[in-house]
């Protein structure tokens, strides 16, 4: 491992980062957009620089730049290197730098920290990466190297992934400046290798003998003489973008947007794509608007903007859909983090109401590193938009069909190597969009893979918007869902917005009742903009009757064609009305003629929703024998064959055990038919 060589990714020089410079990365604009009072600085947000040991391995302590800041020497005495100064002076510089309030820096020798001081390369599998320090969420490499095999090459990358995986942070590196191109660290997958705004630095796909060859480096440039000194403001913005994910009332209690993957994913998607740039979409045929290359070859998304990353990042998580979306579901800048299985898409839809200039989209997912660094999984994504057609069916866009859709760029995004798919489109026809983001792996190890998505459609002069959950139903007033600000979108140019819930409104009617809920979006600019929801609460669903009687089956009275039968009504049951109303015609206490007769039970709740249930009442004549609806010569003699002694005889009506006199009388009494 010794024979690892490094070099620092540039000269040694104080090149001080000119207020032009952070300019030139958004600071203005951001600034101008918010107000200086409201702009990120890095505050309480951890960061490691990592050097290449070159009289030293740490900055000049004693520069004013760097007053009020505590550095940890993680690999012993750092001494005072000028490179070493000049990458902290654009990483954390008090006035040179776009995170002026990072206050905690640890300080690695990169050969210590490739070996037991962190990485832990050669020490075998049961010695994984050490844990970083608290909090930590970059490290920045401002030099490059090589092993002197590809297997120890790809171990190191492996393990620089799998850090960053585990422990939820990120690495910014700088490629070489021009010649050769070095694997450590630009290769990495999962963290942002770095070039410069000029385009003066080694721009080579990753090499052959490397997991992934092929890929595209770097990711994102910066302005800078040396790419030693655009990663280290690449890095600020990293700590800027952490400290918006736990500050911004938008996103701070959502702990994805502090997800590694969504801060890559949304510096990348703020990239400001200049005059020139290009991901070479097919321009004509039956693929225009097809790329299998996500990235410029030279700049990648082009040069890093705070403004427009801190436009996504405060748009909030927007979540998509399992299916493409019936209505608008996304503003016009924001992000979700999105799981999404085996064989399976999700979806965004959104909608310009007029040329959009520039639309921006870009999806960006980690690789799986095997803890034993012997071997890695990576999903496979495609993205791609799609328009939405009179009947609400999806529509490609790719060939002639997109001509009257988009003037420029690609639709369709599919790599067969990167992990990264960029949607960069300009003059989109106004309409309705659906984004897809759709799985193409078979890896069934990993049935649910995570997915970084951002949007940006031309945001530049967008006002504050807001969109509320869509329109709701309940059957009962309990099943109304509580108002939930999480679920408002809301994005604008001012970004910050705080959602509150204004309160909620009922028509006073029932059955159907109509609750009209009101939700306010207010920006860092004090602009406001509300959105409303219906809610419909209409209960439709019938009572149940629990228990319904058997038939009831009983003899009439001595001398009676009929009866008086009582009954327990029924008990019900509703959804929503606590205490239904039961009615059984004929009611409980009815006298019933001989015969049966059908008794139904209506239960009905505070919507007139009824449910029933049905029994008989089957009233037989006492003295009717032989059972022919009267009474005749036929009855009398049956009665006159049993007379005398006869317990159980269906002629003793009265039940004295003796067919006799009495029973005779009541024969008599009851004589002929019923009617």
Known sequence: MSNIRLYAAALSGLLVCSQAVLAQVGLDELIARIGEENIPTGLNIIVSQVEAPSGGYGPDQSNPQFDGKDFFAMSGEPGNSGHATTVALHMYGNTSSIAPDIMNIYLYDANHWLLSGFLRVSQGSGNPPLIPPADLKVFNHSWVGGAPNDSLNNEVLR?????????NLLMVVGVNNGGASFPLMSHIYNGLAVGLTSGGHTSDATMPGIDGPGRLKPEIVAPSGQTSFSAPIVSAAVALMNEIAVTDVAVASNPNAQASEVIKAILLGGGNHRDGWTNNPETSGPDRGFTDQPLDDIFGVDEVNID????IMTGGEQD?????????????AAWDLATVGLDSSMYWRFNTTELADEVSILAYWHREVRHSFTTFWLADFELTLWTVDGTGELMSLLGDMGVDYFTTGNVVSDSAVDNIEHLYIRGLAPGDYVLEVRRLDNLTLFRQWDVAVTWVIDADDKPLSIICPADAEAECSEDVPAADIHSVRASGVCGGATITHQGDVSDGMACPETITRTYRATDLCSNL???????????VTDPILDSCPEDITIDSAPASCEAVVNYEDPAATDNCDSSPSVVCDPPSGSTFPAGTTPVTCTATDDCDNSGQCAFNVII?????LDNDGGVGPTDLALLLGDWGPCVGCAADFNGDGVVGAFDL???????????
């Open 529 to 539: 903009v509300e959105c409303t929801q219906t809610i419909t609460v209409d209960d």
């Open 320 to 332: 998509g859909a399992n299916t493409p979306p019936e209505s608008i579901n996304i503003t016009h």
């Open 665 to 675: 009388a009541i024969l008599l009494g009851s004589w002929g038919p019923c009617e």
């Open 159 to 167: 393990r620089a992934d799998f850090v960053m995986q585990r422990d």
């Open 620 to 624: 037989s004549i006492l003295a009717d």
């Open 308 to 311: 427009t990353s801190h436009l």
